[in-house]
């Protein structure tokens, strides 16, 4: 599985992700010499694609795992999720570095990026709340990460250093979280002229921010699943006794919190009293995503939980990861100016859906890298018993 | 120390976020714009479509040649929006009664989308009324695209490294620098289908063409209060949503509607470490209450096995007390037995020897 194997490099796995490499990085030649224009299906009246709705909008919401899991384990006092931590810490890690690297390509000027916070403030702009937000949780992260690579390099002092600041790393995560988390569903408040009545809301803050704790949670356990196979023998036997009653802990947690934003989206419905809209095509298309997206993953977690049934609940996390990104494309694509003729609608092109790709497997190669040699699914002898 | 800073750092956000939106919602300020600002009247009963406003915006903005010429009319037939090639466009709609024609370009709003949702502050009110650009702080995000309740910025998209957002300026430079008097689609027009002036003024002006002609035109100015007021303004003799132009964006600005959100923010920054940080010190009380009744617990326990094998112990010695007692009475009892008995042989032997 993993390249170090000496034999060949040549594994199926790595020969696709070879393939989307090289694709990738001919597409990223074509955006900075010929723009947006080329590559994107972007034009005057849609300004956002999916390099915002999937790059952006679902990469921070997946990401969530790092907040929830260590908010879990070093907040709620739930000690016994302590080695579902540093996977988590991990995924959120890269997560939100793919979504700054994605803005490179969105953005017409790149290289301008630091500006909102170092040259000119819009401080009026939920924009502006975002980018502060997750430029400090990527760097809050990045240093939540560190001690998994400083004890790989050897680095006991500095490894030392950092885990003292645990805690106060951890509230301020979530600290950073909660707001921008938010601030992605609140960038939307300023046009209720282009959303369908169903997906715009006031509430679509709380919204973003509430659907994000059964995201974090639900690819926690998504990504284990995933993990669990090739990487099975770096597990040590602390991770492999905790993982299933992480998987139940987490399935309660998500059950829970799913019920919850089911009852927001109700809320939601009801503040602007938009229950007519249910009647309509957009009503069935909001029926689906809320009862077979949120409402059935909240129950079947519930199921599972309760059976101590693993597998349904490892389906339903799949349910339920696929479940956000839908209602995330249906806020900034599908329901996004839906009073406009569909030959002024938007839909991806290849290349876009290339570069989305390509960035998902710039992910999960260096994923697949740290994980094959640092200290993630088990403790590293030195540190046993160190927390 | 590390954590001190952010916080530090992300209360001055906060407190920057607040003040930066003139802390409209704990207020209850409203700003109706700068009293000397300027604008324009569009009055689509006197247009007649000669797309004249559009070579003249061309040519003062030293924009790129239009595909097709401006003096061709069948360009009309399709409905088109402004682009960055073309700061205004001139429509053309099927009124009730006969061909309407409605420009479109900048609204120049009162409290403009565009401006309040830049993270780079790249757009600015400016006193006389306009909404101007500034291509050299802009990143690109193009939110103020998405923002725009009218859908007017527009983007360079095939310039790949320094795309610039397009859209009218109400010739903000060229009457600022003297150049021009008036914005160029207005003083073109054949027809004064456009009126440069103050807004109040035009207001008052739109108000008099209604009542002189009321059964021209709609009895509303467009403009006045759609999204918190525009400085473009318009009068219309067919039904505004006929000509394109919306009637059901409401009349809240976007600054207004992002305030809720936005004074969240400082809120969520002040309180949440104290309550994070609350469940974490009541989750460590709880585990050290735990441990504690836990050793107390092991210590009672102890306690007890020890005395109850003290107990034991004493029980056991006393035992083996009294049978060392009882072994010894009955020894004694015994000595004494076999000496009696002793004593009766000595006595019968005695006799015996008496009687022999």
Redesign the interface.
Known sequence: MTTENNKTLFTPVNIITGIFLAIGLVITVL????????V?N????N??GIWISFDLLCGVALAAGGYTTS?AC????LKKYHSAVRPAILTAFLGYALVVFALHY????PY??P??IF???????????V??CVF?YVT?LA?EFSPAAFEWLGMKKLRNTVTK?T??????G???S??HQ??LG??Y??????IHPLWYS?YL?ILFFVSSIPAGLSMVIFEGTLAHKPWHHMMDKTHLDEHEGVILGFARGASISLAAYFCVKLVAVAYDNNWAYLATGWGAWYLLEVLGFVALPSMLYAIGSREKNIKLIKWTSALTVFGIILNRFNVSIVAFNWQLPSSQRYFPSWMEIGISIFVVTVGVTVYRFIVSRMPIFFEHPEYKDAH | M??RQ??G??GA?GI??T???EAQAASGHTFDGYPNAKGVLFDSTRCIGCRKCEAACNKVNKLPAPAKPFDDLKVLDTER????KAYTVVNKYAGKKGPAFRKIQCNHCMEP?CA???????FTKNPDGSVTYDAS???????C???C?F?I???????????RVMKCTMCHDQIQKGELSAPGCVTICPKEALVYGKRKDLIEVARERIKRNPERYQDHVYGEQEMGGTNWLYLSGEKFKDIGL?E???NVS??T??S???S??PM??AL??AL??G??AM??R??KVAEEEQKAAVKAAKAEVKAEAAAKLAKELDKAEKDKAQAIEREVKRALEEAAAAQKEEAAAKKDEEGA
Not at chain 2, 81 to 84: G, I, K, P, S, V
Not at chain 2, 116 to 122: G, H, Y
Request: with cysteine; aromatic share 10%.
């Open positions: 955006r900075f010499t010929k723009g947006l224009g080329y994107t972007l034009d005057d009246n300004p956002w908010s070093y907040l709620f006092g969105d953005v017409g000027r301008r990026l500006y909102p040259v000119s403030p819009g401080t009026t702009s939920l924009l502006y709340e980018g502060l400090l809050v240093i600041l805690l106060a790393l951890t509230v301020f979530v600290v950073l909660t707001l938010s601030s609140a960038l408040v300023a046009v209720p002229s282009k006031p803050a | 590390k954590r952010f916080l750092l992300l956000a920057t976020a003040l930066g939106t929006r402004t682009d960055a989308a309040s949702v830049c993270f780079v502050r790249a702080l802009c990143v690109g995000c193009r939110y695209m998405v923002a309740p859908n910025p527009a983007y360079e998209y095939n310039n790949p490294l320094t795309p919306r059901d964006l409401g976007v600054p509607m992002t809720g959100p936005l969240v923010v969520v920054a949440w470490p994070l940080g469940v974490w989750n460590k709880k585990d």
